[in-house]
């Protein structure tokens, strides 16, 4: 899309335009050289976190203009529409209200419904962790297993898998797939006699939670002789307690969803059970206590000292102006290797469309696919094409300043994170390639050649964000971050970060091709492709 | 990049983007109605794959131009100039002969080298397998733990994850990250009198793979008491059998890795041992062999029946002449959930470049961003982005036809898998979607505005690549036919997808900088972002 990007009637968007065609030639390195006190001014702190954001593409201008982008969208007001609970789910007329969630102040809605689940949490991990809940033939849970997908997994699944140091509780599992050899897996290891389940659904109608949660039941029975003590063994998380007694399981151990949360932001609420199970109440409580803390920041903080306002008007910066089509996210942190996964639902399930809030089509790009790996995997993998390719992609680094007490292994990962950083920056010159390789030795004429594959542009912009460590407080901060920078975005690109409209015809779609798959008339006004592979499909079954 | 893709003097480039004018409205429906043999014309089969490449923006008259642009890159004498071992990594005057490792014609050079190699190999596995190899103590080896990062990770990684349904030996485990925290967390369910390392490494230099050795071995110590029994702990894969044996292993036990091999196409070579020892001597061969059926369809199929071929130009018809900026890798099988790994480093290593074999810069696109994760994960996930976002992103759907015997999770796995190609492709009209808001009772005024939201463009382009099922020797043909198709690219592109200099700055920044952040004077030409972190980290050492 090479529209010019005007979200709203006001004059920031085409000054930005203009002021891009003034900085777009700007070197990084130049913007350091002149400016000693670079870092100095643009790095700033938030519950705990550093965020340095001195390695991208801007001057003061660009930040003061990018201050009144966000007053153009009204940020501060809609910062208190999210967090007061309007309807900002526009078109399910809903508010988005995970903060409520991980509210330590009492002033945010639905306080009563979510103390009294914390209390229900509490007592559920508390009866686990003391051997007061046993399975069916009477003995204590040793391993829980989440089933659900999407927002019902990647939460928990990351954040379970992030803390793996705090871990003081049953071993969690998570099943999100239908192809059934993830829950095989899962189970080659487990007894069914010391085995609970978490069946994660809003509606207790999700296809593959539900076929996961049958097959499990299915496991089960052969040990569980009775049908009634199933029971002992599974647990809901679900709006639909109808549905969740139906497959088997006691009204009394169905934890509620609402309406006013996202699945991709649910991971505060019941939802996040198999984090609380795994490492505690208490760890639970701090991962909800990090996020307030950067909910606070991100309400009472100046726009240019907001890291979630900062990381969000970056994005549009340079999704927007320098077309940049998409972002990676690279954790130098063993512990947050799920959390790219994690971040591509928050990103592009919230703000993968095209269609505004005042019912017009966007006529610029909105989400950039967001991507990337734990590291330090990928130096040895894709920043070859951070560094020598054809795009423009801007980088968050996360790093920790702490990592356990091996010095052998930290400060090089630590190092190579700043080294990554600075190689993006700086480059390395056609010049500086050359003498390098005339000085081991080269022939200069096959110098010259070489060095010119050996040169690096530079100037790839960057974030670096540290965190002391992987605490559960400071990743709860984290998560809370990237919350707020998705809400922030969708405000710059005046669209609905809540809703998700685009997965529905894919789920009708696959009701009807799984009943021609399994027996039923194809129909002819299907393309030809899909029939011919149906066809190949039952052929092979015959086989 | 907006210039013209001419990478040739060719004409048919310029053919191609007044080609591309004349098609960039058409509708892929439209395609499919106008002719009801479109899936038939355009399905191909090799080495038991099947691709369906059907669902493309492109007409007979498209493929015509793109076997042109095929022709004009001398694509079959490429083809054979690589197989033959000619020296198509330019810049470091080597071959690339990968298939050479998986020859079984007789044909392929270092015939004798592989050979024996792949004896030792079996020798190796079956004593391991036996018994007969043991630990320090006397015990059998129930564990191996592979110890190396990029090409001597990601593929025997991925692959024996792959392969678990054919696992017959010990278990095997993959560390790469200098984060202590992945060595920490693999080492925790594990007995050091039990345990084998294989240390795998091009120049037993590398930082991350030593680092992670040399603590293995400390590990070890208190166990195995005498440091000569340390032998019996560790193997390696190595060229440098000088610094191996100075690291403490046996000449004996070191294996080769050749100059002819590319770190991230080694698999197939003593790179695959973990994968020979998980599944057996007999399954690797499988996998060598299927990857030799599609290496022979890449020489002798004609270009619109080569499957290599096809995808590797329709790759570049979206990325330079559609912009695509990224390239999503979504495989419907769990056993394939570690392939867009895998794949990210085949490409964007092989790929991320701008520099040309004629030493001059590329003004085109080169690479895009790969990225996927394993279905049906993302339906939950990023696929809002895929139906509704601003970006074209063409998609490669991969399923298998068989997947075990239960009927409840395979079918259901395809049917959604069909069902997100053919929702990409036919979207939903605004007219349909306001249809069935009224028709379920809602008021014309609120349905005019939300059937926008619910509106899907369609038109979306994929592939659709059939295994049978994820079996060694499809998994080989699957593996060989990404490589393939990566090499079509840097033909068409133009540069060496054989080496990868975009690496090197930061390994020497890193060492530098790790210097400063453990107590060397830090230098005041850094620049004062990197210098304010390393004094954030000095401060938070001391505290």
Redesign the interface.
């Known amino acids: ?1 090479s529209n010019p990007f005007r979200p709203t009637g006001a004059q920031v968007w085409t000054d930005l335009a203009e002021h891009h065609q003034n900085v777009r030639e700007l070197s990084l ?1 130049a913007l ?1 050289d002149d400016d ?5 001014a ?2 700033c702190r938030a519950a705990g976190l ?1 965020l ?1 954001y ?2 991208n593409h801007v001057t003061l201008k660009t930040l003061d203009l990018l201050q009144r982008a966000a007053e153009a969208v009204a940020l501060p007001e809609k910062v208190e529409a999210l967090l007061n609970g309007a309807e900002v789910n526009t ?1 399910e007329h809903r508010p988005a209200l995970h903060t409520a969630l991980r509210d330590f102040s009492g002033r945010a809605p639905h306080r009563e419904d979510v103390e009294y689940t914390l209390a229900r949490m509490s007592a559920f991990v508390r009866a686990l962790h003391a051997g007061e809940w046993r399975g069916a033939t009477g003995k204590p849970v040793t391993d829980v297993v989440n089933i659900g ?3 019902s ?2 939460g928990p699944r990351m954040v379970t898998d992030a803390l ?2 705090y871990h003081a509780g049953p071993r969690c599992h998570f099943v ?7 829950l095989d ?1 899962t189970l080659a290891g487990l007894s069914p006699e010391t085995t609970l389940f978490i069946v994660a659904s809003k509606s207790f109608t999700t ?2 939670t539900l ?1 996961n949660a ?2 499990a039941r299915a496991w089960l029975r052969d040990v569980v002789a009775r049908e009634g003590d199933l029971g002992r063994h599974f647990i809901a998380i679900s709006a639909n307690v109808k549905r969740a007694v139906e497959f088997g399981i006691d009204a009394d151990h169905v934890f509620p969803m609402w309406d006013w949360v996202g ?2 932001y649910s991971l505060w609420s019941a939802i996040g059970l198999s984090i609380a199970l795994a490492v505690g109440m208490d760890h639970f409580n701090a991962l909800r206590r990090g996020a307030f803390d950067m909910d606070e920041h991100f309400r009472t903080a100046p726009v240019l000292e907001n890291l979630p306002a900062l990381l969000g008007l970056l994005g549009v910066w340079y999704g927007n102006y320098w077309q940049a ?2 972002h990676a996210v690279l954790p ?4 947050l290797r799920q959390f790219p ?1 994690f971040l ?2 928050l990103a ?2 919230s ?5 505004r809030l005042d ?1 017009n ?2 006529d ?6 967001l ?1 990337g ?19 423009l ?1 801007p980088v968050d680094f996360i790093a920790t ?4 007490t ?11 994170c ?6 993006m ?4 010159s056609y010049e500086a390639a050359r003498e390098e390789l005339i000085a081991q030795g080269m022939a200069e004429k096959e110098a010259d ?2 060095a ?6 530079g100037n790839r912009p960057s974030n ?1 964000i ?1 965190l ?1 460590r992987v605490s559960p407080a400071q990743l709860g901060a984290l998560i809370a971050l990237y919350e707020h920078r998705t809400y922030v975005q969708s405000l710059l690109w005046q669209i ?1 970060a809540f ?9 009708a ?6 009943n021609e ?2 027996g039923g008339t194809v129909d002819a006004s ?9 066809e ?2 039952k052929a ?2 015959e086989e």
Chains 1, 2 share one sequence.
């Open positions: 899309m390195q350091f000693p006190r670079r870092f100095d643009m790095h550093v340095d001195s390695r078109t997908i999407g927002g997994d990647l793996y140091d999100a797939n239908i192809d059934r050899a993830e897996r296809l593959e076929r049958e097959s699945g991709r089509a998409s130098y942190a063993q512990a996964d591509q639902q592009m399930e703000n993968g469309k095209s269609m019912n089509a966007a610029y790009s909105t989400s950039p696919v991507w790996s734990v590291e330090s995997y990928g130096q040895h993998s894709f920043h070859q094409l951070l560094h020598q390719g054809t795009q992609i300043l702490h990592g356990g091996d010095d052998m292994h930290h400060p090089w990962l630590l190092a190579n700043l080294a990554q950083a600075r190689a920056m700086t480059g390395k050649a070489l010119r594959h050996k040169q690096m542009p670096i540290l002391e609905n809703d998700q409209w685009g997965v529905e015809l894919g789920k779609l696959s009701r009807r091709i799984h798959l399994t299907l393309d030809s492709a899909t029939r011919g592979l149906i190949l499909y092979a079954a």
